[in-house]
Nanobody, 126 residues
Framework: QVELVESGGGLVQAGDSLRLSCTDFGGTFSNRVMGWFRQAAKKEREFVAA????????DYADSVRGRFTISRDNDKSTVYLQMNNLERKDTAVYYC???????????????????WGQGTQVTVSS
């Protein structure tokens, strides 16, 4: 069973940084591709970043590439999203996601992700 719990959201000013964390309390973390998605008000959920089993490969949405960094610590069953130089357009609820165990792809389609956290709000003010 997968149980994803996010933390680290909050209210910040443009240009600030935040680090989101997501811990899997259900086990088998090291066998899963992990990712982050976000959903702004009145918009569809969108891909942000994904990372493979051991952190050797990652993918980013063009809108966050160079500002956000995804990483993972398999010993702690935790995936992180370091967000630097935040912009107002980054305001959204951020969701941690996991694929099925042993699925390989860093897929940008939310339908390919099977487990979701409850979400954490990130608000960036100008």
């Amino acid at each position: 069973q997968v149980e994803l719990v996010e933390s680290g959201g909050g209210l910040v000013q443009a240009g600030d940084s935040l680090r989101l964390s997501c811990t899997d309390f259900g086990g088998t973390f090291s066998n899963r591709v992990m990712g982050w998605f976000r959903q702004a008000a009145k918009k569809e959920r969108e891909f942000v970043a994904a990372i493979n089993y051991v952190g050797g490969s990652s993918d980013y949405a063009d809108s966050v590439r160079g500002r956000f960094t995804i990483s993972r610590d398999n010993d702690k069953s935790t995936v992180y999203l370091q967000m630097n130089n935040l912009e107002r357009k980054d305001t959204a609820v951020y969701y941690c996601a996991a694929r099925q165990a042993y699925d390989w792809g860093l897929d940008r389609d939310s339908k390919e992700w099977h487990y979701w956290g409850q979400g954490t709000q990130v608000t960036v003010s100008s």
